[in-house]
């Protein structure tokens, strides 16, 4: 079983910049894409990003593409997701989700480990 635990979500202003993280423990990591999805109240959840097992392939969301940057440390077991420019329609629970296979993917469906979410909050 892997655990997904993201941090650094909070209250930011329009315009401003957060950096979230996704640490994974128990099972394999490094071997697997992993990506990160958000949830807006009402809506349905929505891929944001995602970055392939090496780290070098990344595939992002048209509405976020120029303005977040997802990464990886295997090492330190742990994905990170860069968002700049933050705009209201940002605002969501944001959850890292470990893909089935290594390459990158879009679809829920090919992730098999989520974790609980962290709320970030973009007021204008």
């Known amino acids: 079983q892997v655990q997904l635990v993201e941090s650094g979500g909070r209250l930011v202003q329009a315009g401003g910049s957060l950096r979230l993280s996704c640490a994974a423990s128990?099972?394999?990591?490094?071997?697997?894409?992993m990506g990160w999805f958000r949830q807006a109240p009402g809506k349905e959840r929505e891929f944001v990003a995602a970055?392939?097992?090496?780290?070098?392939?990344?595939g992002y969301a048209d509405s976020v593409k120029g303005r977040f940057t997802i990464s990886r440390d295997n090492a330190k077991r742990t994905v990170y997701l860069q968002m700049n420019s933050l705009k209201a329609e940002d605002t969501a629970v944001y959850y890292c989700?470990?893909?089935?296979?290594?390459?990158?993917?879009?679809?829920?469906?090919?992730?098999?480990?989520w974790g609980q979410g962290t709320q970030v909050t973009v007021s204008s």
């Open positions: 970055v392939d097992w090496s780290g070098t392939s990344t």
């Open positions: 989700a470990r893909g089935r296979f290594g390459s990158v993917a879009a679809t829920a469906g090919l992730f098999d480990y």
């Open positions: 128990g099972g394999a990591f490094s071997g697997y894409a």
